[in-house]
C-alpha cells in the first residue's frame, strides 16, 4: 500500500522557518521524482520544489528560490521541504508527491497535506 505522510506544518511568524518531512512507503522510493506542492485557499495548486529521481537535480518555484531548500533521504524514504524566511503567501497546505514515468505509464503518489500557517 503506497503511503506519503507528511509532517512539520504549524504556525509561524513572518520570517521564521519550518521543516516539512514526507515519509514514503509502499513503493521504491528512489525511482520516483519527489516534489512539494501547494494550494492556498481560492487559489490554484502551484508546484514548490522538485528533486529528481536520479543525478540530484532540484528545481524551485520563483517564488520560493533563494528561501526553500528540497532534499531527500533515499535511506529513510523521506524527502524534506526547508523553508526559510517565511512569508505571508506561504500560507498554504503543502502536499508531497512522488512521480515517475516508466514503460509506458505515469505513476503519480499524493500525500494528504500538512498546513502551513505565516502569521503575526
Known amino acids: 500500500q503506497v503511503q506519503l505522510v507528511e509532517s512539520g506544518g504549524g504556525l509561524v511568524q513572518p520570517g521564521g522557518s519550518l521543516r516539512l518531512s514526507c515519509a514514503a512507503s509502499g513503493f521504491t522510493f528512489s525511482l520516483y521524482a519527489m516534489s512539494w506542492y501547494r494550494q492556498a485557499p481560492g487559489k490554484e495548486r502551484e508546484l514548490v520544489a522538485v528533486?529528481?529521481?536520479?543525478?540530484?537535480?532540484?528545481n524551485y518555484a520563483d517564488s520560493v528560490k533563494g528561501r526553500f531548500t528540497i532534499s531527500r533521504d533515499n535511506t529513510k524514504n523521506t524527502v524534506y521541504l526547508q523553508m526559510n524566511s517565511l512569508k505571508l503567501e506561504d500560507t498554504a497546505v503543502y502536499h508531497c508527491?512522488?512521480?515517475?514515468?516508466?514503460?509506458?505509464?505515469?505513476?503519480?503518489?499524493w500525500g494528504q497535506g500538512t498546513q502551513v500557517t505565516v502569521s503575526s
Open positions: 528533486f529528481s529521481a536520479g543525478y540530484s537535480i532540484t
Open positions: 508527491n512522488a512521480h515517475r514515468r516508466a514503460y509506458g505509464r505515469e505513476y503519480d503518489y
